[in-house]
């Protein structure tokens, strides 16, 4: 009788001619590439140092396509944007010590958004690692340590026989629910040093599943089933496990009004008469979900965006949905279900009862209407215009990728996403400089699309290198730059609090100027002419800028009320 574990993959003939007569010439380097290959990746993104120079001179020899940025956090945000588009682990190559550290921002962004991104790292040599102070260039006491409280798992190597278990048990971790970046790190000379180890010719990796527990998704089941006024609030969660067409199905099986968090743009089509779009900024939407006797929360910790600034205080039960453990109940107490989005929903799916509720499109259309009413009473025609002008000029299945800036705030609450998976931000961790390079990262993922980049100009001034990015490469980006002459949102908000703003205000180069110099077309524009001229840059192929200076203002918030 034979056992599932008796079995034993047999190696091919061409397996075994590899491993009997391995090609001259590979190091550790090769183990590493040839991993990833095995793994299924296709493309990398990095920037080169002294001590990985073992990993980037084994690409030459490798299929695998390298997108090299200028600045190691423009290369994590670009991995972190094709991690997202593509829903595989985007390999990152970093050098030791600043280089690596200068990618912490942009893996925090990643962890905080949950994209799947496999960070690999050289190391000082092997005699280095343990804490002693030897003086090898780079040297840091625990190189590790400045990353575990950053990504989902460390993994160190220590000699060339660990490469490929390693890079598997990272790629399975990044894609294991919630994904996430990941870290792997190996030292200079085991890089180098020839390897007597076979090519690596497979490396099967895969996720883990976190499906729901049967007797909490059936206790759910019921209380949507019985609710009166059900409601439901879909994060970034669902639109990572691709969940967004389940959860129309069962919103409409429950008649259940749904809003968009800001990570989860486009999660619940925007135009859907049980669509409360993604005004959860305002207290005409907090107060709606507030009142709602069952709130079934997907894919979202209910932070601090998306509680309109822990205002948010539920009066009804809360069923939670989230695959980050750390963040189940973390804010509220809830039916909390440790699952993937998409597994917990299809098994509500599977069990609640279909209800009918002919008033609930009414109430979405009486919140949507006191929203707009609020708007349109603060006269902000110019900031609506521009941000419906994107919207005319973006095609419907492109991708945007939006910095912290005032226009991509609007974005949050008003932008149509059209489809999942395509309006991206900065807002998990909410650093400066995300837009342009992710959006690079984006373009090499599909370049069936154009991708569109907006930044303000204050955001701009971190990116300015990947215009040689662009360039190099061809990448089909068109990058907003919405120039006020400062950090805008941090302008408006000193101002508010102190009367008047300090360190807010930027010298600034010529923007248009700077993009020719680089290559790359540009165009200064107006509110007028915005929507021709980024449709038409948007039309063209490679990479594209155009500025719009403008001084757009925020909508009031409600939170402070």
């Known amino acids: 009788m034979t056992h599932d574990h008796d079995l034993v993959l047999r190696p091919t003939a061409a397996q075994t001619e590899a491993a009997l007569n391995p090609p001259p010439g590979r190091n550790g380097g090769d183990l590493v590439v040839e991993t990833l290959a095995g793994l299924g990746a296709t493309t990398v993104f990095g920037l080169p140092g002294q001590h990985a120079l073992g990993m980037f001179d084994a690409l030459r020899r490798s299929d695998l396509r390298y997108i090299g940025l ?328 492109a991708p945007s990728f939006w910095d912290m800036t005032i226009l991509a705030y609007w974005a949050w609450s008003a932008f149509d996403a059209k489809a999942p998976n395509t309006m991206h931000s900065a807002q998990g961790a909410g650093g400066l400089g995300y837009g342009f390079p992710a959006a690079l990262g984006a373009a090499a993922a599909d370049p069936t699309h154009p991708v569109l980049a907006v930044s303000g100009d204050g955001g701009a001034l971190y990116s300015i290198a990947e215009l040689a990015t662009a360039r190099q490469y061809d990448l089909n980006v068109t990058w907003l730059i919405v120039d006020d002459g400062g950090y805008g949102i941090l302008r408006e908000y000193m101002t508010d609090t102190f009367g008047q703003p300090t360190a807010t205000e930027l010298t600034r180069p010529d923007y248009v100027a700077l993009a020719e110099s680089f290559g790359v077309p540009g165009v200064r524009t107006s509110p007028e002419a915005l929507e021709a001229d980024l449709a038409k840059a948007l039309a063209a192929p490679g990479p594209s800028v155009v500025v719009l200076p403008a001084v757009l203002r925020m909508f009031a918030p409600t939170h402070l009320d």
């Not at 190391?123 to 030897?134: I, K, S, Y």
Request: proline share 7%.
């Open 70 to 397: 200028r600045v190691e956090n423009n290369a994590g945000f670009a991995a972190d944007a094709y991690g997202r588009i593509t829903g595989e682990a985007a390999p990152l190559l970093l050098s030791t010590g600043p280089g690596a550290l200068t990618s912490l921002a942009a893996l925090q962004e990643a962890r905080a958004a949950s994209a799947p991104v496999l960070a690999i790292s050289s190391q000082v040599p092997t005699a280095g690692l343990g804490g002693g102070r030897h003086g090898y260039l780079h040297e840091l006491p625990d190189q590790a340590a400045s990353f575990r409280g950053v990504v989902k798992s460390v993994h160190t190597v220590r000699t060339q026989s660990q490469i490929p278990s390693a890079i598997a048990e990272a790629w399975t971790s990044a894609l294991t629910a919630p994904h996430g970046p990941v870290w792997v790190e190996i030292p200079q000379d085991v890089l180098l040093s020839e390897t007597p180890i076979p090519v690596v010719t497979g490396g099967d990796a895969f996720p883990e599943e976190l499906p729901p527990r049967p007797e909490l998704t059936a206790l759910a089941a019921d209380l949507l089933s019985r609710a009166e006024r059900p409601a439901v609030i879909a994060g970034g969660g669902v639109v990572r496990a691709d969940a967004s067409r389940k959860l129309r199905q069962l919103a409409e099986r429950l008649q259940a009004p749904v809003v968009t968090t800001f990570g989860g743009k486009g999660a619940f089509p925007w135009t859907h008469p049980l669509s409360l779009q993604s005004w959860l900024e305002d207290r005409h939407t907090t107060d709606f979900l507030e009142d709602a006797d069952v709130l079934l929360v997907v894919g979202s910790g209910l932070g601090e965006l998306s509680s309109n600034y822990h205002t948010f205080k539920p009066r009804g039960r809360v069923v939670q949905i989230e695959a980050d453990l750390g963040k189940l109940e973390s804010n509220h107490p809830a039916l909390g279900i440790h699952a993937d989005a998409r597994l917990a929903v299809q098994a509500l799916l599977e069990t609640v009862d279909e209800r009918t509720d002919p008033a609930a499109p009414e109430r979405v259309r009486a919140v949507l209407d006191k929203v707009h009413e609020r708007i349109a009473s603060q006269e902000l025609t110019l900031e609506q215009d521009v941000l419906a002008a994107v919207r005319r000029a973006l095609p419907a299945g």
